[in-house]
């Protein structure tokens, strides 16, 4: 369980204390300030702060004077307009600060969107907890067989018994070590930036991170989709549900023009054409690789 | 005057209608919140929305569950420390939302500074209003004879005389001959995207401008500085306002170690040193250059 | 005609003189280095230096510690799977320095494009040369009337000519008057940064610009795409054709998979697997807006 | 030792063909390049690129058509003014690629400097090499009791030897493991994604660095600072080296100007001028904290 009674007394204390603003208020996203969203066995997500909704993003495209809204329809057909034809500034002038827990090898793959602030609980500071990510059963994975980079079936029985156990077993010697080492009773104590380095990179780390909508939306694009690992989409998942509480029409275009899109290459897009007018096009006479087929495959005919 | 009846109008239903929220609230900005701050003649800053306030710097910083601070005295002795020492991260969790109005060559040293959103009002899509920047006659300056980037005293007379009523009459001029060619009585009409290059770069634009507070500050520092252009310092000088009222921690940070700091090079550090334990320095035992001694009699000397 | 005999002989002595270098080079580009490519009436596109070749794109794909090249073959299908497949820290591994000249207005869309490296011609510093833009008659075009934000046909006859004469007559005007504003002979001269507020911005400025590869395709896919206005759209067409000489097969790959591909919405993809199953689907079974289905018939029926 | 004899028979390679080019060529890098220069125990820095060199800096802050140099006394003095004067752009026009080992830890610190182009060795896609960093007797220093956020003296005796054994032991030990539940013999091998989350941050990594000048002095000055942590420190350090060979009159004014420079805050100056005329300043009528109290005789007596 990722919080503590004090912790969720300082959530609740927060959440009783409303407070007069002039600003644009998402009501949707008020209702997430604070709570902590469970992912994994001990992460979160948890709201900090936000500026702007749906009608912001119009209010910019406009660079009105008032709120910029006609009406909520009018508003809704122009947010569309811009995610479709790739407007990205408007989108930009919403931003979200998140407050997350996650294991360090997340943060690794989650620190390369450089477009972003990031705050994180400094190693070198101050002392780790001891928190780590272990797997649930089915989420222990073998080496997919058809992808180097993915993960196939479960591991079963045996195997999976013996994995589970050099886990749980190396993270606990990991974090005993680690006190012992910088322990201070009868000996010096190792610096903490030092032993930290002991330390495998499956320890939960934290951190703020404040990114616009238009970025947060990229990063949502690449990390909810199913290529990316399973531990960085599930927060991604999680960020996908506070998103659509937010800003509902973004999200919801941000739905059909990106996450359920498709990018057809000049030779996929020529194939279709050619298949409309009912020719039998192969992959031979595609002017596509074996590969690009396969994917144009996919492209026509998932139902 | 910058503003229409109806431009107030929409102000003044912002302003009256305060609604709950969650979030850290600053009352000093609050009291700002879409007012229209006079620039030059014609131009204005208006906060749109800001997200954070002193405390949340702090709480960043200390990648808090809750509100993160200890005591006031403690937040103010934590952001002091944070800015004298570099630590830019956590200012980077506050943000301002602006309206400005202001003249386009102006809006063109202003875009220099990169890590900013930006959403201009469209002179492809939208007609141009008749507004330009004419200077008032204490700073219709001439030409700086000691510095090629600057300017020197007020013209006087004749001169003074001449310059302005060239400014106003090519202004009023290029706008009839903007709306004659993109006038379509009578006539196709030239587009707008091809009329608006005959207008000259003292005609007032707009636009939606976000950023953080660290990105922020380092305009302030630059553009609010002696050696700024004057009509964009006016625009910082505002700015440092409104800022002074929404952090004002931070923003007292920022006077003593960024505005009112200087750098000595390592040269002057030791000449510095030198003179502090008693030794006449000259230029020539000083190894600066000559223009270099002259910036070190600045730092030493200017009481 | 764009540059002066002193400057065409500056870049004949640097085209020159050829120096060793252990880095890798690409003999497509060092045929352009230095060499002006005209744009527009006044303007020009010109390289001034580079980093990396298609070889280099592999190398940081895969980190190597040598050329990281398997062979020719190998190379360009890894490049067409990384361009694909949305991987672009590869393609920000080779960087492309540009000396640029162009009207005002087309800089001030450029810099919009914020990812990456610009230094400017200062009009606070120097005096503007008299050169400006003035539309060949082709270009001299009607506002749209089906897109608020576009051109129709050229202007005919007597509309055209005054539309020429007054952009001719109103540049020379200004110009003369900016040089009369700062004139010091028989008096002070109005400082450099004030006089150049009088030009238009059809005038015409410079800027070294620095880009990597994969922000500089982001570039050009938005910039020499058909809605992007003409006078920018042939300075990415120059371009273009310079970076298909540099990295022959990133360039292939750009072509295939950004600039000739399509993005459809959910809603496209569905009505296209329903089309191809023989269903004939019409706007109002389509759940596409009347705008989004127009656009659906421009990506299914273009020849 | 971190190459392997087929590493540097590839290097080798790439030395032994010197290649003509039209490009600025800097004497000094060429030497470097490919090079592997040996920091920590397993670590590296290598250059695989650059562009540009001092001369290069003047030419883009000139906006040239030629060379831009006037002479070389001349690019020297401007050099120093851009740097004292915070004119950073032109620095931005150089730009260096590297090929970096460094262990996981050191890694997490550096990536906070976002403005750079990274290619990291993927463990999800590669399998990691048993190379860990093991900290030299001199570095294994305990907690500072005075900076919660530093090293003081290195162990002695028996704890540093305990030490030392949990650090070898258990890296081994995490390797060992990290192969025991890939392996595929006689079983189907846990993903790579997931396997290398048991891996210590003491494991080496590796990755491309790209990154202009400007962006990469500020590295420097955060990273060869004496409060950087000493693991990172010697990077920078290394780093240092190469740039003042690459560059020499641009690290030289770094060196004055950034490096050995000291900002003096608002109450800073102002005591440094009234002991300058003399006055015995105190603590008490200096207007600052005990602790920039400090740090304020650091600046001014360090001999």
């Given at each position: 369980m990722p919080l503590s009674p004090e912790q969720q007394a300082e959530i609740d204390t927060l959440r009783a204390a409303p407070q007069p603003t002039l600003r644009a208020v998402s009501p949707g996203l008020e209702a997430h300030l604070y709570t902590a969203h469970q992912v994994l066995d001990h992460g979160f997500v948890r709201v900090i702060d936000y500026m702007g909704d749906d009608a912001a993003i119009c209010q910019a495209a406009r660079v009105?004077?008032?709120?910029?809204?006609?009406s909520v329809q009018n508003d809704e057909g122009l947010i569309r307009y811009l995610m479709r034809h790739w407007h990205s500034t408007p989108f930009e002038m919403c931003e979200l600060k998140l407050h997350v827990k996650l294991p360090v090898f997340v943060a690794r793959q989650w620190i390369?969107?450089?477009t972003a602030n990031v705050n994180e609980y400094s190693a070198r500071y101050s002392i780790m907890d001891r928190e780590f990510y272990i797997p649930a059963p089915e989420q222990m994975a073998a080496q997919s067989v058809v992808n180097n980079q993915g993960r196939g079936e479960a591991l079963q029985g045996e195997e999976a018994a013996r994995v589970l156990e050099i886990l749980k077993t190396d993270s606990m010697r990991a974090y005993d070590h680690y006190e012992e080492m910088i322990g201070q009773d009868g000996q010096q104590g190792l610096a903490r930036e030092l032993a930290?380095?002991?330390?495998?990179?499956?320890i939960y780390t934290q951190w703020y991170w404040k990114v616009d909508l238009h970025n947060l939306f990229h990063f949502l694009r690449l990390r909810a989709?199913?290529?990316?690992q399973y531990e960085i989409r599930v927060y991604a998942d999680a960020i996908c549900n506070i998103v659509a509480d937010w800003v509902p029409f973004a999200y919801k275009a941000f739905e059909d023009y990106r996450l359920g899109s498709v990018t057809m290459s000049a030779q996929m897009v020529d194939c279709m054409r050619r298949m409309l007018k009912g020719e039998a096009v192969t992959q031979e006479s595609s002017g596509m690789s074996a590969r690009e087929w396969r994917e144009f495959q996919d492209v026509i005919e998932k139902s």
């Open positions: 009105s004077y008032g709120k910029g809204t006609k390369r969107h450089r930290r380095m002991n330390l495998p990179t499956n989709d199913a290529h990316a």
